[in-house]
């Protein structure tokens, strides 16, 4: 079983849609949580940490449930400039462990 | 603020060749990591250093080496490289166990031939 795995996708979706990504963790030692976003294959970008209670920035909001050992990802109103790969990301240690990420492509 | 640097960008290297990707920083971060990622996969830790004069292996640390002098370079050697070694190579660092993230470099593409 992977360490830390997302759904694959390609995931298509139109402006404004919302768009949800799931993943799930191994570990449940696993200190903190992230998404970080990639675009073509330049050096990920943190995106936004994650927290039990939840938290939300503008469009996006995290959401992590410990029990379950699994971490969301809710994009609302999604833009052009969304399109990317959303990485779901896991601190063991001070390691971070990375998903194989999800890509996103909005379309006009 | 640099923040990381990788040096080279890219590069050729033939096989059984060695070469030196270089990587330093100046957020006085203690952490430092190399991750390489290969097209279509996620980041896999090679190595990673808790502070100067301390690196231990990551999940894929075969035909690597790395060494810490200093806090601000972390250099990764390869060594008698190989095709398998064809990837995208990541630098990042954090201030303590990453709590808040990492701070990556833009990387380094090297391509094996």
């Known amino acids: 079983r992977k360490e830390v795995e997302q759904d694959p996708g390609p995931f298509n979706v139109p402006e404004g849609a919302t768009v949800a990504f799931n993943c799930t963790y191994s570990n449940s030692a696993s200190q903190s949580f992230f998404w970080y976003r990639q675009d073509c294959r330049k050096e990920p970008k943190l995106l936004m940490s994650?927290?039990?209670s939840g938290n939300e920035d503008g469009r996006f909001t995290a959401q992590l449930n410990r029990a379950s050992q699994y971490i969301s990802l809710l994009i609302r109103d999604s833009k052009l400039s969304d399109s990317a790969t959303y990485l779901c990301v896991v601190n063991q240690g001070g390691k971070l462990i990375f998903g194989q990420g999800t890509e996103l492509s909005v379309k006009p | 603020n640099a923040g990381v640097t990788q040096t080279p960008k890219f590069h050729i290297l033939k096989i059984g060749q060695s070469m030196t990707l270089q990587c330093t920083q100046d957020?006085?971060?203690?952490?430092m990591y190399w991750y390489r990622q290969d097209p279509g996969m996620g980041l896999k830790l090679i190595y990673y250093?808790?502070?100067?004069?301390?690196?231990d292996k990551g999940e894929v640390p075969n035909g690597y080496n790395v060494s810490r002098s200093t806090t601000e370079d972390f250099p990764l050697r390869l060594e008698l490289a190989a095709p398998s070694q064809t990837s995208v190579y990541f630098c990042?660092?954090?201030?303590?166990?990453?709590?808040?993230?990492?701070?990556f470099g833009s990387g380094t593409r090297l391509t094996v031939v």
């Open positions: 994650v927290y039990s």
């Open positions: 957020m006085n971060h203690n952490y």
């Open positions: 990042a660092s954090s201030y303590g166990r990453a709590n808040y993230g990492y701070t």
């Open positions: 250093s808790v502070g100067a004069g301390i690196t």
